[in-house]
């Protein structure tokens, strides 16, 4: 099994980076968690023109995959910059209206995914009542049980550990389609929304490595950096080591994916677990090591540190995931 990028997939990787790092994203996260949803929508259009969004939808589909690994690249870089937005839900809503067996419903909505024009989000009530940023999304999709209905209403927006990420019960919509295809379809969705997930976790665990370890050499104590003082070098190795040994198993994991592996349940968990908890110990690393100055709300790195704890839970629990691995 290979799991290094090619070279396309690694220029993919430094366009979007480069693509974000000039796109102001802590403003667009900042006016997401007021309900200002016109600069995060301006960079979800830039993002679908880079065929982000693409990547999810079949090709008859006016998309280019379903690639899971290519997915897994990009939504790396979209942790890397804390883009806000329904991000993994609309890439899942994709790959669940791609296998439900019905053309007419994933024809009414893949293009659309697919080019940016339509905002999906996605509720599978067996993992939890909420649906992120329905408030902002064009679709709204809920699987209850073997039902799959559209068009659900959000309710008041709930609070979250990440203001950025704003949460709602959504009730009503109609019913599309019911039957064990549903069922089906909306576990496969939800091992592609783990994925997606844990590669943001992946990108969003390095970015705050890579903003403490300069913090660190910048910031003295009796005269010296405090980058060199050996616990904190501990601590930024332990962080180190654990998106080291996270980012082949992301990787991994998408390649099962794509085969439509036996193992893939089992191998996205393990991916989703690993790099769920390795950003939540680069951000709590990053929080002690900044100081208290790491807590405020003014500074940027804020808005990284609130989104560990989150995408660590979503999608699938360290207690779940662990326990599906186990099992499998």
Do not use: N
Not at 67 to 94: Q, S
Not at 123 to 132: D, E, K
Not at 251 to 277: I, M, N, T, W, Y
Request: net charge negative; charged share 20%; hydrophobic share 50%.
């Amino acid at each position: 099994m290979r799991f290094l990028l090619d070279a396309e997939q690694r220029e993919f990787a430094r366009s979007l980076d480069g693509l974000l790092a000039s796109s102001d994203t802590p403003a667009a996260v900042r006016s997401w968690a007021t309900g200002d949803h016109a600069p995060g929508r301006a960079l979800w259009a830039r993002l679908a023109e880079a065929g982000v969004f693409a990547l999810a939808v079949p090709e008859h589909y006016d998309g280019l995959g379903p690639l899971p690994l290519d997915i897994a690249v990009a939504f790396t870089e979209l942790g890397r910059h804390a883009v806000p937005g329904p991000l993994v839900e609309t890439v899942a809503a994709a790959a669940l209206l791609d296998r439900l067996g019905a053309p007419d419903t994933a024809a009414a909505h893949l293009s659309g995914i697919a080019w940016g024009k339509t905002v999906a989000t996605l509720c599978l009530t067996a993992l939890g009542p909420y649906a992120l940023d329905a408030d902002a999304a064009d679709t709204v999709l809920v699987v209850d049980g073997d039902a799959l209905r559209a068009g659900a209403e959000p309710g008041p927006v709930q609070p979250s550990a990440d203001p950025a990420r704003r949460l709602s019960r959504v009730s009503g919509g109609t019913v599309l389609a019911q039957g064990p295809a549903v069922a089906a379809a909306a576990a496969h969705a939800a091992d592609v929304a783990a994925l997606a997930t844990a590669a943001q976790s992946l990108g969003l665990g390095r970015a705050l490595l890579a903003r403490t370890v300069e913090y660190v050499a910048q910031r003295t104590q009796f005269g010296v950096p405090v980058g060199s003082f050996q616990a904190v070098k501990h601590r930024l190795a332990d962080s180190l080591i654990a998106l080291e040994f996270a980012e082949p198993l992301v990787h991994g994991a998408a390649l099962s994916l794509a085969a439509d592996s036996q193992e893939a349940g089992r191998d996205v968990a393990a991916a989703k677990v690993s790099a769920g908890e390795a950003a939540h110990r680069a951000a709590r690393t990053a929080l002690q090591l900044h100081g208290a100055v790491g807590y405020t709300d003014e500074l940027d790195l804020s808005l990284w540190i609130r989104k560990a704890r989150p995408l660590r839970d979503a999608w699938g629990t360290p207690a779940a995931c662990r326990a599906r691995v186990l099992a499998a």
